[in-house]
């Protein structure tokens, strides 16, 4: 078994203070941290949105599931990853947007390639997923590991979700695709 940490979108604009502030972010910022720290895995990746002119995604009157405010906008200090991220274990960035909406990390490259295609390269079979949000990023993230055959597993404790309903239905998908998950995830309301 050869196992990745795949840390996705603990970004600024993402955690409490950025354009589309999920509670708990920081926590989980410093959570993965600590997690990345314990080792028991071989590789450690992180997703970013990295957007440029991602279209309809973007919107000055969004509706919270197919629009959104303007958030991780390449040139600006919402794109990084959150300080209290320990980068140093992670191998590869993989950047997922720029001119499109994208939520699963494996829609993401780095350097050319494309994450599922950096995973199997070597010889990844299982995947340990953490992050931002529960309900929206990490959900299609979790759910196309499973697909393309990845052992998926989910920490919830290191994750954090926009709202209460999304975040339970998550779950429910995550039961229904076979994916493990472990702990209680962050959520408001």
Not at 39 to 49: I, K, L, N, P
Not at 85 to 110: N, T
Not at 122 to 141: F, L, S, Y
Not at 163 to 178: I, V
């Amino acid at each position: 078994m050869t196992k990745a940490v795949i840390v996705v979108d603990v970004q600024n604009d993402f955690c409490e203070g950025g354009s589309l502030a999920v509670q708990g972010g920081t926590e989980v910022a410093r959570g993965v941290s600590a997690r990345l720290a314990e080792g028991g895995y071989e590789h450690a990746v992180a997703t970013r949105d990295h957007h440029i002119e991602p279209g309809a995604h973007f919107s000055t009157s969004p509706d919270f599931h197919q629009s959104w405010p303007p958030h991780c906008v390449v040139g600006t200090p919402g794109v990084s990853l959150h300080p209290d991220l320990d980068v140093s274990r992670i191998e590869a960035v993989f950047d997922k947007g720029e001119y499109e909406a994208a939520y699963s990390g494996f829609e993401a490259v780095a350097d050319g390639a494309a994450l599922a295609d950096w995973l199997d390269e070597r010889g990844v079979d299982t995947v340990e997923i953490v992050g931002i949000a529960t309900d929206h990023c990490v959900r299609a993230t979790a759910l196309d590991a499973a697909r393309l055959g990845f052992a998926t597993e989910i920490r919830l404790d290191l994750t954090a979700g926009v709202a209460a309903s999304s975040t339970e239905s998550a779950l429910g998908e995550f039961r229904d695709a076979g994916i493990t998950t472990h702990g209680v995830p962050i959520v408001r309301g």
